[in-house]
T-cell receptor, first 114, second 113 residues
Framework: GDSVTQMEGPVTLSEEAFLTINCTYT??????LFWYVQYPGEGLQLLLK?????DKGSNKGFEATYRKETTSFHLEKGSVQVSDSAVYFC?????????????FGRGTSLIVHP | NAGVTQTPKFRVLKTGQSMTLLCAQD?????MYWYRQDPGMGLRLIHY???????AKGEVPDGYNVSRLKKQNFLLGLESAAPSQTSVYFC????????????FGEGSRLTVL
């Protein structure tokens, strides 16, 4: 079945550092790929998405490129802020049998120090 | 703009008690999902629904039942709560014919003693 693997955390960075969170996937079809962010005490919210190979999703300085050849969707940001501290989830949504079945990675905690 | 609303937000149960979590969405979405979130386990799908009157099992359905009698509501029931069901529960919805993007509620924290 479908699965998502993302790097374990926590990832601890200083403010203005470069961020990469790795995400790879396996899927039987042609899924859409997502990054969701969860701030403390809140539900998940969509950060960015890409629906086909070579698409780049971007939002709030974060970006990720859908790489079909390496089955990856790594999240990057050039300069992180303390306010970016949160848990980040990589996810895919596939349509086996016609219904969207989302699959999530285990989440990566990001801690940014001033 | 309520989006996805979950009630209650917090609940403490004793082993063997029953309860129902309510999820309501006002976006006219076809798809609704219930997940549980546990430390180190990420999000695991319990049950989902692709439309009013339909339900299907997800990855971890045992011990839970669901109903989707109205399009806007998706209920998650625990008939006989167990300590292993202590978790944070998230409801989500998604429009059909789209990319599968989910809209989440704020979560319900359940503790079973």
């Amino acid at each position: 079945g479908d699965s998502v693997t993302q790097m374990e955390g926590p990832v601890t960075l200083s403010e203005e550092a470069f961020l990469t969170i790795n995400c790879t996937y396996t899927a039987t079809g042609y899924p859409s790929l997502f990054w969701y962010v969860q701030y403390p005490g809140e539900g998940l919210q969509l950060l960015l998405k890409a629906t086909k190979a070579d698409d780049k999703g971007s939002n709030k300085g974060f970006e990720a490129t859908y790489r079909k050849e390496t089955t990856s969707f790594h999240l990057e940001k050039g300069s992180v802020q303390v306010s970016d501290s949160a848990v980040y989830f990589c996810a895919l949504s596939d349509r086996p049998g016609g219904s969207y079945i989302p699959t999530f990675g285990r989440g990566t905690s990001l801690i940014v120090h001033p | 703009n309520a989006g996805v609303t979950q009630t209650p937000k917090f609940r403490v149960l004793k082993t063997g008690q029953s309860m129902t979590l309510l999820c309501a969405q006002d976006m006219n979405h076809e798809y609704m999902y219930w997940y549980r979130q546990d430390p180190g386990m990420g999000l695991r799908l319990i049950h989902y629904s692709v439309g009013e009157g339909t339900t299907a099992k997800g990855e971890v359905p045992d011990g839970y039942n669901v109903s989707r009698l109205k399009k806007q509501n998706f209920l998650l029931g625990l008939e006989s709560a167990a300590p292993s069901q202590t978790s944070v529960y998230f409801c989500a919805s998604s429009p059909s014919g789209d990319t599968g993007e989910l809209f989440f509620g704020e979560g319900s924290r359940l503790t079973v003693l």
